[in-house]
């Protein structure tokens, strides 16, 4: 949550249509337009993968040590493969990101590098919806951006866009954050995780043939449905044996659009990039 000393800016930019801010991301060189991110805790500057299906927010090991915490507890998990992830954690985190103070109860350590090749550009962890609990954020991603709105820019924002059907998902103890919106199917609505961290459209293989896919392939295959009836969800979509989710959406696709949540409310609206 944004710290106090954020208060006054927030009540001044309620009476405007003026954002809080407007966070810019940097393009990650390794794979599939990943999106990163300087910040800072407890003075220690680091660059942070922003990975929206994250859930909670990650630090390495080695980061940890910089800022003087010593991991401790567990936090469970299970990756959307099913693979469970035991971690430990560090609380408290006070975090600024572009002069905005954030703070998270908990981030999990764990050595992010783990899913690069060993020549790809170090990251000190990944960043995750969980930051901006209980606040109304708009990702522009073919722009590199995220938006903490205000109440008068969130209204702005939202009056020509469409609503779509969203579900907030809270794992891990209700520390993670992550958002689900409803996809059509030919047996009803499937709810598809938002996935910045992701190139592309994963589906489960339980609902493929609901999507018209080939659940035995092995192979991308075209996907052809549709969020709140009109918005098109088009693209390669790759069937995965055993996930927990009915899939995901990844950057490919949603950097077609802007994507405006209420992580208070649990509303989502989207709109057609410019």
């Not at 954020?6 to 801010?21: E, F, L, V």
């Not at 783990?114 to 708009?138: C, E, K, M, Q, Y």
């Not at 959406?249 to 989502?268: E, M, N, P």
Request: proline content about 6%; some cysteine; glycine content about 8%.
């Amino acid at each position: 949550m944004f710290a106090c000393a954020a208060c006054p800016y927030w009540a001044a930019a309620a009476q405007t249509a003026r954002p809080i801010a407007v966070i810019t991301f940097d393009q990650y060189p390794m794979g599939d337009n990943l999106l990163t991110v300087h910040a800072s805790i407890h003075g220690h500057a680091g660059t942070f993968l922003f990975d929206t299906g994250e859930g909670v927010s990650m630090i390495s090991p080695a980061f940890a040590q910089a800022i003087g915490c010593t991991p401790w507890g567990q936090i469970s998990a299970f990756r959307m493969a099913g693979d469970r992830v035991d971690t430990t954690r560090c609380d408290d985190i006070p975090l600024e990101l572009q002069r905005q103070q954030l703070h998270a109860p908990s981030v999990v350590v764990f050595d992010i590098m783990h899913f690069f090749p060993p020549n790809a550009p170090v990251l000190d962890g990944s960043l995750g919806l969980d930051l901006f609990a209980g606040r109304p954020i708009t990702l522009e991603l073919a722009r590199g951006t995220l938006t903490v709105e205000s109440p008068a820019s969130l209204a702005s924002r939202v009056a020509h866009a469409t609503e779509m059907p969203i579900r907030l998902v809270r794992d891990a103890q209700g520390l993670a954050l992550t958002a689900d919106v409803g996809v059509a199917t030919a047996d009803g609505t499937a709810w598809m995780e938002l996935d910045s961290g992701s190139g592309t459209i994963t589906v489960s293989k339980a609902i493929a043939t609901a999507l018209r896919l080939d659940p035995d392939s092995k192979t991308p295959q075209s996907v052809h449905t549709t969020i709140a009836g009109t918005v098109p969800v088009e693209g390669r979509a790759r069937v995965m044996d055993h996930m927990i989710m009915d899939g995901n959406i990844g950057i490919a696709w949603l950097a077609k659009w802007i994507v405006t949540l209420d992580l208070a409310q649990g509303r989502a609206w989207i709109a057609p990039a410019s």
